[in-house]
């Protein structure tokens, strides 16, 4: 049993050794990108929806430009849709004034508000699966530190991203080993879940000491090098500022509103006796 298996680590690292237009975009450029598409989503109101929809330009255009599977982007949102749907589960219930109508139907804000959630979220969190996707783990960590990241942080945020699978492979298997000697008997105590807990935190202390000891006897001297660095060129700074202007432009103005008014007066004029 593997906790790869469910998360695709594997894959993850794949997916950002690619040689696409996005990959090779400075990391740097990918990240402040990322930073201003996620500040303009979070900062609308609560009971909007429609001017969120245009946002959906940008994961489109990573995850075709980049050649990223699709299927793969959404198994990894299942994974995460708890969390969001726990946030606004509740809003139905605790806000019922009626803010809009459709026909004859009243919608309430608290609906209106989960539906907004659920959107911020499939936005943000795919732009950041992407980001990582279509940069790797150490070339978007060098990009950070060379934003004014510590070194100290890009170092231990790689050592994370890449360990933390390891002692989750190490849980999974004390886990199966309680259920194979549990066989036939009720379901374990909070008492064993702690004790589990402990054991598993003296393990990860003395894998974390042996990784450690391994890695300086191979020459480590707290700077993890990346084998493609990138550079600054005229295309990243299209990219940025091009998304940017378009960020800014799409929170100013409504334009899933300016799109369907421009469709209603293109109608009225084509259709006859109009």
């Known amino acids: 049993m593997s906790f790869d298996k469910y998360i695709e680590v594997g894959r993850m690292d794949d997916l950002g050794r690619l040689n696409t237009p ?3 975009l400075d990391a740097r450029v990918k990240a402040v990108t990322t930073l201003a598409f996620i500040i303009a989503v979070m900062s609308f109101s609560r009971y909007e929806i429609s001017a969120l929809i245009p946002f959906f330009l940008y994961p489109v255009v990573l995850l075709a ?3 990223m599977p699709l299927g793969y982007l959404l198994r ?3 994974i995460a ?3 969001a749907l726990a946030v606004g589960l509740f809003n139905p219930f605790l806000d019922r004034q009626v803010v809009l109508y459709i026909g004859d139907i009243g919608i309430s804000g608290g609906w209106l508000s989960f539906v907004s959630i659920v959107i911020r979220f499939a936005l943000t969190v795919s732009v950041a699966l992407l980001l990582v996707a279509c940069t790797g783990i150490n070339r978007l960590c060098a990009g950070m530190e060379r934003l004014g990241l510590p070194k100290v942080f890009s170092v231990q ?3 994370l991203y890449r360990y933390l699978f390891v002692i989750a492979d190490e849980g999974l298997r004390m886990m199966h080993s309680v259920e194979l000697r549990s066989v036939g008997k009720r379901a374990m105590r909070i008492r064993t879940y702690v004790s589990l807990i402990g054991h598993l935190l003296v ?6 000491q042996r990784v450690y000891q391994a890695m300086v006897s191979r020459g480590f001297d707290g700077q993890v090098r990346i084998l493609r660095p990138t550079s600054m060129r005229f295309q990243d700074l299209a990219f940025l500022f091009g998304w940017i202007l378009f960020f800014a432009v799409a929170r100013y103005w409504n334009l899933s509103e300016l799109l369907g008014e421009l469709c209603s007066k293109y109608t009225l004029l084509v259709l006859p006796g109009s």
Not at 203 to 208: G, K, L, P, S
């Open 65 to 67: 430009a980049g050649g």
């Open 76 to 78: 990894k949102l299942l």
């Open 22 to 24: 996005v990959h090779r």
């Open 81 to 83: 849709s708890p969390f």
């Open 203 to 208: 393990r990860a202390m003395d894998r974390a």
């Open 157 to 159: 945020l790689q050592l």
